[in-house]
T-cell receptor
Framework: NAGVTQTPKFQVLKTGQSMTLQCAQD?????MSWYRQDPGMGLRLIHY???????DQGEVPNGYNVSRSTTEDFPLRLLSAAPSQTSVYFC????????????FGPGTRLTVL | AQSVTQLGSHVSVSEGALVLLRCNYS??????LFWYVQYPNQGLQLLLK??????LVKGINGFEAEFKKSETSFHLTKPSAHMSDAAEYFC?????????????FGKGTHLIIQP
């Protein structure tokens, strides 16, 4: 099992550019989430999905879109990048909610100039 | 809604000394509690979790945590720190029946180990 994979590992964008952060898991997990990590802020939930075709907003969804066409993949789209979106982005998956462990990917470090 | 507070953004201990990382939570129902560790340039991984069974929970790498309902705390301890324990530690809380947006992370504590 590869677990949760994310690409790319690093990315530099100019303000206004768009891009997609890829996330895939091979554990057949129904639940997937995107977080951003900023110094002193912990992890904040951007969007999440409870299964293919179902997505919902988290705490900080503005400027991001998601879709879930398959169980395995959960891409995060930045529509028009802004410097405030400079962050480290983590994708996570789990078999269920509540007491279940979240499995995290290695992260994507994004810089927006 | 639930919340979690980690006391101390940075904690420094000497190698071989006791490690104590503090976490207090707020929840209107009995919670599930987690500690995750993040090593430099890596994702988070689970250290241990409390799910209403034993109040003293043992995790990986010699860490343990005790759930104290009266104090609404879930502090993380390790008797003897090792250089390899240097990392960021996150406490998290979720509630039974809560959605994916019901998992709340603390702001993290950076553990520094001095030789």
């Amino acid at each position: 099992n590869a677990g949760v994979t994310q690409t790319p590992k690093f990315q530099v964008l100019k303000t206004g550019q768009s891009m997609t952060l890829q996330c895939a898991q091979d554990m057949n997990h129904e639940y997937m989430s995107w977080y951003r990590q900023d110094p002193g802020m912990g992890l904040r939930l951007i969007h999440y999905s409870v299964g293919a075709g179902i997505t919902d907003q988290g705490e900080v969804p503005n400027g991001y879109n998601v879709s879930r066409s398959t169980t395995e993949d959960f891409p995060l789209r930045l529509l028009s990048a802004a410097p405030s979106q400079t962050s480290v982005y983590f994708c996570a998956s789990s078999v269920g909610l509540g007491y279940n462990e979240q499995f995290f990917g290695p992260g994507t470090r994004l810089t927006v100039l | 809604a639930q919340s979690v507070t980690q006391l101390g953004s940075h904690v420094s201990v000497s190698e071989g000394a006791l490690v104590l990382l503090r976490c207090n939570y707020s929840s209107s129902v009995p919670p599930y509690l987690f500690w995750y560790v993040q090593y430099p340039n890596q994702g988070l991984q689970l250290l241990l979790k409390y799910t209403s069974a034993a109040t003293l929970v043992k995790g990986i790498n010699g860490f343990e945590a005790e759930f104290k309902k009266s104090e609404t705390s879930f502090h993380l301890t390790k008797p003897s720190a090792h250089m390899s324990d240097a990392a960021e530690y996150f406490c998290a809380v979720s509630v039974p029946g809560g959605g994916a947006d019901g998992l709340t992370f603390g702001k993290g504590t950076h553990l520094i180990i001095q030789p």
